[in-house]
């Protein structure tokens, strides 16, 4: 048990440690479930050999899931199947296919459908456990997330404050 999964434990930012949170992915078809855990900076999905996960009856590679430099994982789905959000409003690059996963982000492949799932302290959503009273609530801003790639929190036009309600 950590101190964000101990009992009485209220989120404050959702920002933690590089690939901090038990990323996962739980996966279901008709009467067979089951969980991956995502330990790889590239997960590729699909029937071929060598792929990080492989679902049977599935594109050979039917998507990827990409583990960025801001500490998100990103879904590109390559083959048929479908996604929980606008892909063309996502903060990704990767075109229509392709979209930031939060906790509960859902998307199919094939007869298979996967829901991605990261402890709350470290989904880099909504900060505080969300908001209060609904989407035109605002909410407390959270600090800026830290650079990952040199271990320290960076400075930003906007106070250094990464959530920021109007």
Same mark, same amino acid.
């Given at each position: 048990?950590? *101190?964000?999964?101990?009992?009485?434990?209220?989120?404050?930012?959702?920002?933690?440690?590089?690939?901090?949170?038990?990323?996962?992915?739980?996966?279901?078809?008709?009467?067979? $479930?089951?969980?991956?855990?995502?330990?790889?900076?590239?997960?590729? +999905?699909?029937?071929?050999?060598? /792929?990080?996960? $492989?679902?049977?009856?599935?594109?050979?590679?039917?998507?990827?899931?990409?583990?960025?430099?801001?500490?998100?994982?990103?879904?590109?789905?390559?083959?048929?199947?479908?996604? /929980?959000?606008?892909?063309?409003?996502?903060?990704?690059?990767?075109?229509?296919?392709? &979209? +930031?996963?939060?906790?509960?982000?859902?998307?199919?492949?094939?007869?298979?459908?996967?829901?991605? /799932?990261? *402890?709350?302290?470290?989904?880099?959503?909504?900060?505080?456990?969300?908001?209060?009273?609904? &989407?035109?609530?605002?909410?407390?801003?959270?600090?800026?997330?830290?650079?990952?790639?040199?271990?320290?929190?960076?400075?930003?036009?906007?106070?250094?404050? &990464?959530?920021?309600?109007?």
């Amino acid at each position: 048990m950590t *101190d964000q999964t101990a009992p009485g434990y209220e989120p404050t930012t959702t920002h933690a440690d590089w690939g901090a949170g038990d990323p996962r992915l739980l996966i279901s078809r008709e009467d067979d $479930r089951s969980i991956h855990h995502i330990t790889t900076d590239t997960v590729r +999905i699909g029937l071929a050999e060598g /792929n990080e996960l $492989r679902l049977s009856d599935t594109d050979p590679v039917h998507a990827t899931i990409t583990h960025d430099e801001r500490d998100e994982y990103v879904l590109t789905l390559h083959g048929a199947g479908e996604m /929980n959000a606008n892909p063309l409003s996502a903060e990704t690059d990767g075109g229509d296919r392709s &979209e +930031i996963l939060r906790t509960g982000a859902r998307f199919t492949a094939g007869p298979w459908t996967l829901v991605f /799932n990261r *402890d709350e302290f470290a989904d880099h959503g909504r900060p505080f456990g969300g908001r209060e009273g609904g &989407e035109f609530d605002d909410q407390p801003p959270q600090p800026a997330r830290p650079d990952y790639a040199q271990g320290e929190t960076r400075e930003s036009d906007d106070g250094g404050l &990464e959530v920021k309600d109007g």
